[in-house]
């Protein structure tokens, strides 16, 4: 059985990941647990405060904490993404087709299709609501069993080997019969507490109902979804608080992005200019100018955290040979000699060193060269920041399916070593 440690740890991030399922929600979520820190929410409208101090600030699904003592830099960031592969609402959703009441769906990133077929879903994700001649934001989440996207019966099937997907036509929800049903937009507004007239936005996916569990005979595995990447989101979170209050010699900052499943180019992705803006304000606002902030970010270090392919025990042979990787087997050092990651020999030291000072092993991952391998913010991080980054991660399998699995003893050793790192 896992230590006392590790069992509090696998369970808060089942804790956090059932309270998370869109961006917007992590978000929330986060901003709740550092509030119970003393942080303070900032308005990037306004000017921000010109002593230290413990701030974040939110951009739709995005989020930057940071703790100020007295002074301004150089940084150690962690960095993460909040948004995971999924199945989202198009915008006239209303569908029928002989008979059944769908509604229409399309594939958010890089979603494991098969895997969301046959689950009960739930609706979540925000809204954007008329107030007077203004508009406010409403967060919606729908934990019923509302949606489900049906598979093909096997004799339906022209071989019995099942059917490729097409994202178009397959992977639309059915949620009722007859034709007496209200519109679906209309369902949700009602059910989020808001008039439909008023709501003139959304954005809303579907998540998977059945709760996270720790598993397994010894209790050794975590089976949820959206470990990727909320996995990070977690162990970053607690390493954020744990710097907290035993900081080193830099400013401590979480920043955790959405939209990295599609690319990151947005107004609050990696891509934008939300992270390299709050650190040059955060040097500003202590009275220093673009000669600091530069000298700042040139002294500074990033990790970039995101989960990581554990050697898979049934398909062994699409892992790179020599560089197997194993669940509980701690941290795992990402690197990519095309840049798909942004790992280089500097950044990896430091993580190295991190994780020597948390007194975790740490793996390494190098992807087949003859298969085509995932990336990160950590490339598009560096590029925008001009900072050493290093892509790092916990070792997981079924990436991008409805629903993954990790180890419990990794949610620990991954947040011990993303603290380290914090505090130098």
Not at 75 to 88: E, I, K, Q, W
Request: glycine share 10%.
């Amino acid at each position: 059985m896992p230590s006392s440690a590790v069992a509090a740890s696998a369970a808060g991030l089942c804790e956090f990941i059932d309270a998370s399922p869109s961006p917007f929600h992590v978000c929330r979520t986060i901003a709740e647990a550092l509030e119970t820190d003393g942080f303070v929410r900032l308005d990037e409208t306004r000017a921000w405060p010109g002593t230290g101090g413990r701030y974040y600030i939110v951009r739709g699904g995005s989020l930057v904490a940071w703790a100020d003592p007295e002074q301004a830099g150089p940084f150690r960031v962690v960095g993460a993404h909040t948004d995971s592969p999924n199945l989202r609402v198009k915008q006239h959703p209303d569908l029928t087709v002989a008979g059944w009441q769908l509604v229409r769906l399309e594939p958010y990133g890089g979603a494991w299709l098969n895997s969301w077929l046959d689950r009960e879903l739930g609706i979540s994700g925000r809204l954007s609501v008329r107030e007077g001649t203004g508009l406010s934001e409403r967060l919606v989440r729908i934990d019923e069993p509302i949606l489900r996207v049906p598979q093909l019966a096997i004799h339906l099937s022209e071989d019995r080997r099942g059917v490729t997907l097409d994202p178009q036509r397959h992977v639309n929800a059915v949620w009722g019969v007859g034709s007496e049903r209200a519109a679906f937009l209309d369902f949700v507004a009602e059910a989020a507490g808001v008039d439909p007239r008023a709501v003139l936005g959304w954005e809303l996916m579907t998540h998977d109902l059945a709760p996270s569990r720790v598993i397994g005979a010894g209790r050794d595995l975590i089976s949820a979804p959206r470990l990727d990447n909320q996995g990070t989101c977690y162990a970053g979170l607690a390493a954020f608080r744990a710097a907290v209050e035993n900081p080193g010699d830099a400013v401590p900052v979480l920043a955790v992005f959405d939209h990295e499943e599609v690319g990151s180019q947005s107004d609050r992705g990696a891509q934008s200019e939300l992270l390299p803006t709050v650190l040059e304000r955060i040097v500003l606002a202590r009275g220093g100018g673009r000669a600091e902030f530069l000298a700042a970010v040139a002294g500074s270090v990033c990790a970039s955290g995101d989960m990581a392919h554990a050697t898979h025990p049934n398909y062994p042979e699409r892992h790179e040979p020599s560089h197997g990787i194993d669940i509980n087997g701690g941290p795992v050092l990402k690197v990519n000699q095309n840049l798909r990651y942004a790992t280089d020999a500097v950044g990896a030291g430091a993580f190295a060193l991190a994780c020597d000072r948390a007194g975790v092993p740490m793996q390494r991952y190098v992807h087949r060269a003859d298969l085509p391998c995932g990336s990160t913010i950590g490339p598009m991080t560096a590029a925008r920041t001009g900072m050493p980054t290093v892509d790092v991660g916990a070792p997981q399998l079924a990436m991008h399916s409805a629903r993954e699995m990790m180890g419990a003893a990794d949610v620990t050793a991954y947040a011990a070593a993303l603290a380290a790192f914090l505090a130098p």
